[in-house]
């Protein structure tokens, strides 16, 4: 696991606030329910600052943020390098 996939985690895990949940890089985050369609607009924006790319929202449906592995492979397959 990459430093930056380890940030989103500790991310996801301030977001979700539920003590003693523990969670990885394939634990499903969206079909399961802990993060909601509202969360993804935060988790985009993060996965934007650590990825450095510009990743447009129409791209992007919430089963490609269900973990962080597919965030990371969604950023890497329709991300923009920023300037």
């Not at 940030?7 to 634990?27: C, F, H, V, W």
């Not at 510009?54 to 943020?65: E, L, N, S, Y």
Request: net charge positive.
């Amino acid at each position: 696991m990459t430093p930056e996939e380890n940030k989103m985690i500790d991310y996801i895990a301030q977001l979700i606030r539920k003590p003693g949940m523990s969670i990885d890089e394939n634990t499903p985050l969206v079909s399961s329910g802990l993060i909601d369609s509202m969360a993804l607009v935060d988790l985009l924006l993060k996965l934007e600052e650590l990825t450095n790319r510009r990743i447009p929202a129409g791209k992007v449906q919430a089963k490609d943020m269900d973990t962080v592995a597919k965030m990371f492979a969604t950023a890497d397959r329709v991300g923009k390098p920023r300037r």
